[in-house]
């Protein structure tokens, strides 16, 4: 969930780390002890209170205060497909040379295709993405680095941090702050197969391991933009990927990624609408009610993915810019906060009961 929508285009990575040449080092930092607390936390509180859907965990947290948290929820729902949307737009009209809208309506009939075939196939769909990803991270890294990888290591030597006129630790820290703040938001979607974890050790374990994970493509696309920082090309576009790619490895090696890519925003658009289902239907239980209907399912699924398609065309670079950010504030705000105070409160006292 974190990675497809949040490193794919490489846009995030350059708001959030990049820009600041060198010191971006400590926005990384901050990124991956956070991820790692965050979510060690939130899946300990998930098995202390064996809540695995995002109402019952977050009432667990905030209580009376909960629709707060979906009302922000499906704003950054909305805002996220929106970037997906938009980045994936944006490589069909690069990659392929098709009509932006293509990208867009690919995103809306394979997104529909998989609600419709429920969890488990979405799991698949994930899994095998996750894998696609990280292997294509790898591969477009290296083949970047090994090209530009003496620029990286000019730019560490002389603590170059010139895209940026004015550069201190604080500012650099508190925006990888925010990056975490903002991606507490994919969280509730991926409450649903929490209930594999049993224990403490797997638990804790598994969030270290998602830290590690959710990091680890940040650092090498971060790397990968250093050997061309403080290059305007790379560090305006809005798909940087799409540019040093086309630089390393030409058409096929921007072909490759596109699929990837393509891949992996699709499955994150897919389980942030699941969530949102798996919240609807876990409300009408509690009042009784039938959970929706696959035609009602879908019929959500597509409103609110044409909704994102609109908001799309707000622009990729405003997009992360502007709404990553103010997402990152009230996420912060109704699920940080909570979880390291009441939800350490709920953690204890589950272990001593234990």
């Excluded at 846009?11 to 991820?35: L, Q, T």
């Excluded at 607390?37 to 009432?59: M, N, S, T």
């Excluded at 950054?76 to 949307?85: L, P």
């Excluded at 993405?129 to 090209?147: C, E, H, N, P, T």
């Amino acid at each position: 969930m974190l990675i497809g929508g949040a490193y794919a285009t490489g846009r995030e990575i350059v708001e959030y780390g990049a820009k600041y040449g060198a010191m971006g080092v400590w926005s990384i930092v901050a990124i991956g002890a956070g991820f790692s607390l965050i979510a060690a936390l939130a899946y300990e509180f998930a098995r202390i209170k064996r809540v695995y859907d995002y109402k019952g965990f977050v009432r667990g947290l905030i209580g009376p205060l909960w629709p707060l948290f979906d009302v922000v929820y499906v704003m950054m729902v909305i805002v996220t497909i929106a970037v997906v949307s938009a980045a994936s737009g944006r490589v069909v009209e690069e990659v392929i040379g098709w009509s932006y809208w293509v990208g867009v309506g690919l995103v809306i009939v394979v997104v529909g295709a998989l609600m419709a075939g429920g969890r488990h196939l979405i799991e698949r769909f994930k899994t095998v993405g996750s894998v696609l990803l990280y292997g294509g991270f790898f591969v477009f890294a290296a083949l970047v680095l090994s090209q530009t990888w003496g620029s990286v290591e000019a730019v560490f030597a002389r603590g170059d941090t010139s895209y940026i006129e004015s550069v201190s630790l604080w500012p650099v820290v508190f925006t990888g702050i925010l990056y975490v703040g903002y991606n507490l938001g994919v969280m509730p979607s991926t409450l649903f197969v929490l209930d594999y974890q049993t224990t403490r050790r797997q638990t804790i374990w598994a969030g270290i391991i998602s830290g590690a994970l959710g990091t680890a493509p940040f650092i090498l696309t971060y790397l990968a933009v250093m050997g061309s920082y403080p290059d305007a090309e790379v560090l305006d576009a809005p798909v940087p990927w799409l540019v040093m790619l086309g630089k390393a490895g030409g058409p096929v090696l921007v072909g490759i990624y596109a699929v990837v890519i393509i891949w992996t925003l699709i499955e994150t658009s897919t389980g942030m609408i699941h969530a949102v289902i798996h919240r609807i239907d876990a409300n009408l239980e509690d009042v009784g009610r039938a959970a929706l209907t696959p035609l009602q399912a879908g019929g959500l699924t597509v409103t609110v993915l044409i909704v994102a398609a609109i908001l799309s065309r707000v622009g990729l670079i405003a997009l992360v810019a502007k709404g990553y950010g103010a997402m990152a504030y009230l996420f912060l705000a109704l699920f940080a906060l909570p979880l390291l105070t009441i939800g350490v409160v709920h953690i204890v006292r589950g272990w001593r009961k234990e």
